[in-house]
């Protein structure tokens, strides 16, 4: 019995220095990446504010205008991967990932199908002979990050800054792995993509906005059909956990 006590004091202790050291080893603070897009252009600045959520893990995201009329007007901001459709892992060979074509329309479809661009594929997704420009993409974001971009064109009325983004492989007890059998572009999707809405004002400028969620795209991206209905949605939403807008360069 006293050799049993001392057993259960020694893993006790153990237990209790590995919480402690498991802690430590956790960053408490995430660095934040600083990043411009379209440089060149005499447009006004906008600047967008993301801290990631607690279940961020490198998500596939576009930011674009619109007037307030939900006309699309311009991309600041998409996925390299998505504007091109070429990923670092985008086929296997001789047993190792290599980058390659992919043409997954589930990934962002609420802007893909506001840009309305149709490949020659019959998908409204870029792809490598007609991509996105290198203005307006880059690297997907793999922590917090402060994007300022510049618009094509004088900002002189208030309008929408939207921002879709998506997480592949959460499942959850609604969106689960055996919803839509057969459907590869789903099962790729899991939780549809997330579509966030501020509105700004050249009125204001500097003047701090929080992007509020307006609903979720269609799972397989096969329209551009908005979803205000949200409910079924669980760590989707917990990919970004603020996101700021403001028309003005970063502070």
């Known amino acids: 019995m006293k050799n049993l006590l001392i057993i259960l004091i020694i893993l006790s202790v153990s237990f209790s220095c590995t919480l402690k050291s498991s802690k430590s080893d956790v960053p408490e603070e995430q660095d934040i990446y600083y990043f411009t897009k379209n ?10 504010e993301f801290r990631p959520g607690d279940s961020f893990y490198y ?17 600041l901001y998409v996925a390299e991967s998505v504007g091109t459709s070429v990923y670092r892992f985008g086929e296997v060979k ?15 479809p609420y802007w893909a199908h506001k840009r309305n661009i ?10 490598p002979e007609d991509p996105v420009p290198d203005a307006y993409t880059g690297a997907t974001p793999i922590t917090g990050f ?3 971009a510049r618009t094509d064109d004088p900002v002189n009325r208030p309008m929408k800054v939207m921002l879709e983004l998506n997480q592949n492989w959460d499942w959850n007890e609604y969106w689960t792995n055996d919803k839509f059998p057969g ?15 501020a509105v700004i004002d050249p009125a204001m400028p500097g003047r701090e906005v929080l992007m509020e969620t307006v609903g979720h795209s269609h799972p397989s991206g096969s329209t551009g059909k908005l979803y205000e209905d ?4 669980t760590t989707a939403l917990s990919i970004a956990d603020s996101i700021i807008v ?6």
Do not use: H, N
Not at 39 to 48: C, H, L, N, R
């Open 94 to 108: 001789d047993g190792k990932w290599e980058e390659g074509i992919r043409r997954w329309p589930q990934t962002l």
């Open 39 to 48: 440089d060149d252009s005499e447009g006004p600045w906008i600047t967008v």
């Open 230 to 233: 949200m409910s079924t949605l």
């Open 59 to 75: 998500p596939l995201m576009a930011i674009w205008l619109e007037d307030m009329d939900g006309k699309y007007i311009q991309t």
């Open 146 to 148: 402060v994007l300022s």
């Open 183 to 197: 459907d590869e572009y789903y099962q790729r999707s899991c939780q549809p993509a997330v579509v966030y809405q």
């Open 246 to 251: 403001y028309m003005g360069k970063m502070k």
């Open 118 to 127: 149709r490949a020659s594929d019959g998908l409204y997704m870029p792809d």
